[in-house]
Structure formats: structure tokens, C-alpha cells
């Protein structure tokens, strides 16, 4: 009886010690799926994010500026467009950073110069007359903008949204960020800065003459 009690008590500690290595390796193995699934939706919003970062962006398209007729550029008109598969840009947390080798300056929306473009000549958008666009409301830290293309309106004044398909013209005066108009044979770098994504590049030298009230610089 004794010999039997004593393989009886052995085999209910082998089964104790089974039960605990079975719930030891369940609850190990729930562990591991909540981790598991955890750091698949982690990698899976990482790569959502990363990609939008890559992908999200301005392109600069073109540059054009206005000859003040005696000493150089005194206003610029940057046109630019989200790249493709662009995320929507908040202009209003947009930075255009410009520099001439001397001075640089850092500009952003200025919040109340925003207008829609009547297609016609570039001259328009370069006009004196304030009830067309009011040039004189910009200042050395600020630009403004004219919608040009915007099918679903984003693009407005409180909350300037660029999304795909959109154009716009950021507006600049450059008399007032460099202290005066950029003369000729001036070299000019600069980025446009969403907030995420990659910025648009600005390079372009100023002609040795200026032949014409309106140039293209980029």
C-alpha cells in the first residue's frame, strides 16, 4: 500500500507540474499573439505614415517675378501643386525660407491675402490696384495666395488646404523681405516647407537685364 501511495502522490505532482507547464505555455502563447498583433498594426501605421511622409509634398512648377522698371524684382509669384500621391497641405503651416547669400528670410501665411485667380494675363496678379490683389498687405515675414485651380475648395482663406489637382500662387514681396527689389545677376535659394512631406525647391539667378515688366525666374 505504501509503494502504491507513493507512486500515486508521484504521479498527482507529474500531473500538477504538466497542468502548470500547459497554462504556463497558454498564457506565454497569449503573449505573444497580443505582441505579436500589437506590433503588427505599430509596423503597419508606421509604413502608413513613412509612406505618406515619402510621398506627401509640394512641387514647385514655375517662378515669375516683376520688374519695377528701375531697380529690380520687387514681387514674386510662386506657383506650386502637391506631388503626386500628396496627402492635403496646410498652407497655413507652410514656411517659405528665401535667401540671397546676404539676407534670409522666413515667411508664412499671412492670413488675409487670399484670392481666387480670374484666368487673363500674368500682369493681373502682378497689379497695383489693391481691390484686385493687395500686394501693400504683405510684409517681410508673410505671403499670400491666389488660387488658381481648386475644383473641391479647399483652398481657403482661414484654412488653406492644397490637395490633388491643386494649384496655387504663393506671393511674395521681395522688396520688403530683402530690403529692397532683387537686382540682376542675383542668385536666389529658397524651400517651400509643409508641414510633412518634402519641400519644394526655389533656385534661380536673376538675367543680366531685365527686358520686360514680367520674368521667368524658375
Known amino acids: 500500500m505504501k509503494a502504491r501511495t507513493r507512486r500515486g502522490a508521484v504521479g498527482i505532482g507529474t500531473l500538477i507540474v504538466f497542468i502548470a507547464m500547459v497554462l504556463v505555455a497558454a498564457v506565454a502563447a497569449a503573449v505573444l499573439i497580443n505582441t505579436s498583433g500589437y506590433l503588427q498594426q505599430k509596423a503597419s501605421s ?11 509634398g509640394i512641387q514647385v512648377m514655375k517662378v515669375s517675378g516683376h520688374y519695377d522698371g528701375t531697380s529690380g524684382i520687387d514681387k514674386l509669384a510662386i506657383y506650386v501643386t502637391p506631388n503626386a500621391g500628396s496627402t492635403g497641405i496646410d498652407l497655413k503651416n507652410t514656411k517659405i525660407i528665401l535667401s540671397n547669400g546676404n539676407v534670409q528670410g522666413i515667411l508664412e501665411y499671412s492670413g488675409g491675402t487670399l484670392k481666387t485667380y480670374v484666368q487673363g494675363p500674368l500682369s493681373d ?28 475648395s479647399s483652398v481657403q482663406q482661414d484654412a488653406p488646404t492644397l490637395n490633388q489637382g ?12 530683402f530690403g529692397s527689389p532683387i537686382p540682376v545677376r542675383t542668385h536666389i535659394t529658397g524651400q517651400v516647407v509643409p508641414e510633412f512631406g518634402a519641400p519644394g525647391v526655389i533656385d534661380f539667378t536673376t538675367p543680366s537685364t531685365y527686358t520686360s515688366t514680367i520674368v521667368d525666374l524658375q
Open 46 to 56: 508606421t509604413g502608413r505614415e513613412s509612406t505618406e511622409q515619402v510621398a506627401s
Open 166 to 177: 491643386d494649384i496655387v500662387i504663393l506671393t511674395i514681396r521681395a522688396d520688403q523681405l
Open 125 to 152: 496678379i502682378f497689379t497695383t490696384d489693391p481691390t484686385v490683389y493687395n500686394w501693400s498687405a504683405l510684409t517681410s515675414t508673410t505671403f499670400g495666395i491666389i488660387v488658381v485651380q481648386d475644383y473641391d
